[in-house]
């Protein structure tokens, strides 16, 4: 069974900082990984989908990035703003299986 | 439609008693997932539909769970003789893998549905 861990589970910074939340899978056999936010008390919002033949992804202030022999992949926020605050999530998909298994997240609080 | 639409959004139930809870997904979305998600955690997958076919059960955690999308719209997962046990999250999400609506497997999740079994 596929594990994901998200490391931290949660993170404190300044406004401007540049931060990146991390995602580690065990198996590497994937389809795609997902990176969503989760405000508060809402569903979540996909951010950015990585396909398993892609490296990165880029939109606006926020890089994905996937490594699949190390099992790893991060997102880069750049410039934090406090709008950015909410918890983070990360998906694997696998070949093997239509199913998604999602992290427990990183809750990112930035300060103004 | 705009978007994933779920109702209720909230549901308090005793211990016992049948729910059942509707998904709409994104119209012209083919696939369809449920999910349970625990606070502080994230969604655990329970199923998945492909158009009124459901592809994978594996995850719905006894016989009381069920769910049906019968014309490849619409689903409801039922959860019969509900326990304290099953009080959480109630996540749906759709997406298209491909064809018309050209998505690459991007998932749009509903706002949920909170369920409090008493």
């Known amino acids: 069974k596929q594990e994901v861990t998200q490391i931290p589970a949660a993170l404190s910074v300044p406004e401007g900082e540049n931060l990146v939340l991390n995602c580690s899978f065990t198996d590497s056999a994937i389809y795609n990984l997902q990176w969503f936010r989760q405000d508060p008390g809402k569903g979540l919002t996909s951010l950015l989908l990585?396909?398993?033949?892609?490296r990165e992804q880029t939109s606006g202030r926020l890089n994905a990035s996937l490594d699949k022999s190390s099992g790893r992949s991060t997102l880069y926020i750049a410039a934090s703003q406090p709008g950015d605050s909410a918890t983070y999530l990360c998906?694997?998909?696998?070949?093997?299986?239509?199913?998604?298994?999602f992290g427990s997240g990183t809750k990112l609080n930035v300060k103004p | 439609g705009a978007g994933v639409s779920q109702s209720p959004r909230y549901k308090v139930t005793k211990r016992g008693q049948d729910v059942a809870l509707r998904c709409d997904p994104i119209s012209g979305h083919v696939s369809l997932y449920w999910y349970r998600q625990a606070l502080g955690q994230g969604p655990e997958f329970l199923t998945y539909f492909n158009y009124e076919a459901q592809q994978d059960k594996s995850g719905l955690p006894n016989d009381r769970f069920s769910a049906e999308r019968p014309e490849g719209s619409i689903s409801t997962l039922t959860i019969q003789r509900t326990e304290q046990r099953d009080s959480a999250m109630y996540r749906c999400?759709?997406?298209?893998?491909?064809?018309?609506?050209?998505?690459?497997?991007?998932?749009?999740f509903g706002p949920g549905t909170r369920l409090t079994v008493l």
């Open positions: 998906a694997v998909k696998g070949y093997n299986f239509n199913k998604f298994y």
């Open positions: 990585i396909q398993s033949s892609q």
């Open positions: 999400a759709s997406s298209s893998p491909g064809g018309l609506l050209g998505s690459t497997d991007t998932q749009y």
